[in-house]
């Protein structure tokens, strides 16, 4: 697939599906069209649940821009997480692994991950349902994830305009499901080989699908794409842009399978073999 990196403002923005979180813990779109158009899209809108703090998350968030703040020296740990700029694009951020929270994000902001945790678990809950996959088997497949284990990411993002490199580069992501709060316009997901502004929705998440959902449901009766996207460059002028990311993946130094809709498993993969081979045939979209 030929990827292109300009800033052409597309032609038209994103209408998406919307969901929401019912009673019973189970994700519920108006339509089993809108279920249909979210699979295919592989994002959708999330109706914000209530409970969930998002303007304590995104006023952390904001205090990290600052240059004083204290947050901006908490170490790196390799070279995923800690506080980190990132090389050709614009984006500059703190990340953390569920298991660091408590030890770095104030009390607040990791009970916030862990509701978090709680979407993401109800949102691959559906997929792994809508695929047909007994419930036997969704922890071995999401290697753990599924059932409250798995590494979780959250990530606090700011876009550094002083750099005129591209926002973020199109590419997916690799894990299962991707949680965005979206409050300022950038994003854009390839639909069809064009980009496609996703809008800002007030009082609500995106969710993003991704590559190990792609290849924990491929012997599924429906398997799940990962949706390429990007942010477009942030100029000064552009009003400043934050973000909160939360990535939902299965544990790091485990397994995840592959099972069909009889509960056999027809493939699985080291999670370290798999993200290898992930960046070696994805570099395109870097």
């Known amino acids: ?9 597309p032609s038209s923005t994103l ?17 089993s069209l ?14 914000v649940p209530e409970g969930l703090d998002l303007n304590s998350a995104r006023e952390f968030g904001r205090e990290l821009a600052h240059a004083g703040s204290t947050y901006r020296n908490i170490p790196k740990y390799g070279d995923f ?26 009390k607040a902001i990791a009970e916030f991950g862990r509701q978090l945790d709680d ?16 419930e036997s088997c969704w922890s071995q497949a999401s290697g753990g994830y599924s059932s409250g284990g798995g590494t979780a990411f959250l990530n606090f993002v700011h876009y550094d305009t002083t750099h005129p490199d591209q926002g973020l580069r199109p590419h997916t992501d690799y894990g299962f ?6 409050t300022k316009p950038g994003l854009q997901v390839e639909v069809e080989g064009a980009f496609i502004e996703v809008p800002v929705k007030p009082g609500h998440l995106a969710i993003h699908f991704g590559e190990a959902l792609n290849f924990i449901t491929r012997y599924s009766l ?7 996207h990007r942010v477009v460059s942030q100029k000064s002028e552009d009003p400043v842009r934050h973000g909160i990311v939360y990535f939902a993946n299965p544990a790091l130094d485990g ?31 870097r």
């Open 222 to 228: 429906r398997q799940v794409g990962a949706v390429v």
């Open 15 to 31: 209408g998406l599906p919307v969901a929401v979180i019912s009673d019973y813990q189970h994700l519920v779109f108006d339509s």
């Open 119 to 134: 979407i993401g678990v109800i949102v691959i809950s559906e997929v792994l349902r809508q695929a047909g996959i007994p």
């Open 34 to 47: 809108d279920l249909d158009r979210a699979w295919a899209l592989g994002i959708f809108y999330l109706k």
């Open 255 to 285: 397994l995840v399978g592959q099972f069909n809709e009889h509960g056999e498993l027809k493939g699985s993969s080291s999670v370290n073999d798999l993200f290898a081979r992930l960046e070696s045939e994805l570099t395109e979209y």
């Open 1 to 9: 697939m030929t990827m292109t990196l300009n800033n052409t403002p």
């Open 81 to 106: 997480e800690g506080f980190i700029a990132l090389e050709n694009n614009q984006q500059t951020k703190l990340a953390l692994r569920r298991h660091r929270w408590d030890q770095h994000y104030p």
């Open 177 to 182: 499901v991707t949680i965005l709060d979206v």
